[in-house]
């Protein structure tokens, strides 16, 4: 039961997550002089950006900031999830979407590891799926035990 609404809450996530307006950014010169964080990631959302791409555009913003920070630490685990409840003003809103997509699937699971092929090799978009289709099934299962 635990399992099943910790997945719940990490589609909610998600699912919020790619259902909020982003706004798109200026060129990356302009990021750069108004001291926002030039992220290698593309500056309009997309579903199309694998895991792995995000985690190496995080792990570039620790190198940037010289937070000293390892993946698979307690340490990163609560960066992720400032990332989620924290403002962080010199990331854009289309960075801190990925960042938070990112958290919320890699908080989702404890038994994740960042360098999992599992975890790493997929994109936004088919976590995204998987989780609907088991959000669905339990809908469904919810729906069945309703009196």
Do not use: W
Not at 20 to 35: F, I, L, R, V
Not at 55 to 66: C, K, S, V
Not at 74 to 83: D, M, Q, R, V, W
């Amino acid at each position: 039961m635990k399992r099943k609404l910790s997945i719940l809450s990490a589609v909610i996530c998600v699912l919020g997550l790619m259902s909020t307006a982003c706004a798109e950014k200026s060129e990356k010169a302009d990021n750069e002089s108004s001291g926002t964080y030039s992220s290698s990631l593309p500056e309009t959302f997309t579903y199309d950006v694998t895991i792995e791409q995000i985690g190496e555009d995080i792990d570039q913003y620790i190198e940037e900031h010289d937070m000293g920070i390892k993946r698979d630490t307690e340490e990163y685990g609560e960066l992720l999830n400032e990332f989620c409840f924290s403002d962080f003003t010199d990331l854009t809103d289309t960075t801190e979407r990925f960042y938070e997509a990112y958290a919320s699937v890699y908080l989702s699971d404890p038994t994740v590891k960042s360098t999992d092929d599992a975890f790493a090799d997929r994109t936004i978009g088919e976590i995204r799926g998987e989780n609907q289709e088991i959000s669905n099934k339990i809908l469904e299962e919810a729906e069945k035990k309703k009196p």
